[in-house]
């Protein structure tokens, strides 16, 4: 059996910096939907970054709940 990481990124034809991306999304935000439905795919994945320090993104996510609008740049 393929690695379940290729096969998904064959069907979709998707490269391996997108899959990453998109499971780094999925997991932090596909159960919170008061974030996601707020942001960008570009935010989202700026967000989910692994070099954004877990104490900015939680800062950003009060930020989203407070009511402010966050682009990416």
Same mark, same amino acid.
């Given at each position: 059996?393929?690695?379940? !990481?290729?096969?998904?990124?064959? %069907?979709?034809?998707?490269?391996?910096? /997108?899959? !990453?991306?998109?499971? /780094?999304?999925?997991?932090?935000?596909?159960?919170?939907?008061?974030? +996601?439905? %707020?942001?960008?795919?570009?935010?989202?994945?700026?967000?989910?970054?692994?070099?954004?320090?877990?104490?900015? %993104? /939680?800062? +950003?996510?009060?930020?989203?709940? !407070? !009511?402010?609008?966050?682009?990416?740049?």
């Amino acid at each position: 059996m393929p690695h379940r !990481g290729l096969a998904i990124r064959s %069907r979709f034809d998707v490269d391996t910096q /997108r899959a !990453g991306e998109c499971a /780094r999304v999925a997991r932090l935000y596909a159960a919170r939907p008061e974030i +996601f439905t %707020r942001l960008s795919w570009d935010c989202l994945v700026h967000l989910a970054a692994p070099s954004l320090s877990a104490e900015a %993104r /939680r800062g +950003f996510e009060a930020r989203i709940l !407070g !009511g402010e609008r966050i682009v990416a740049h």
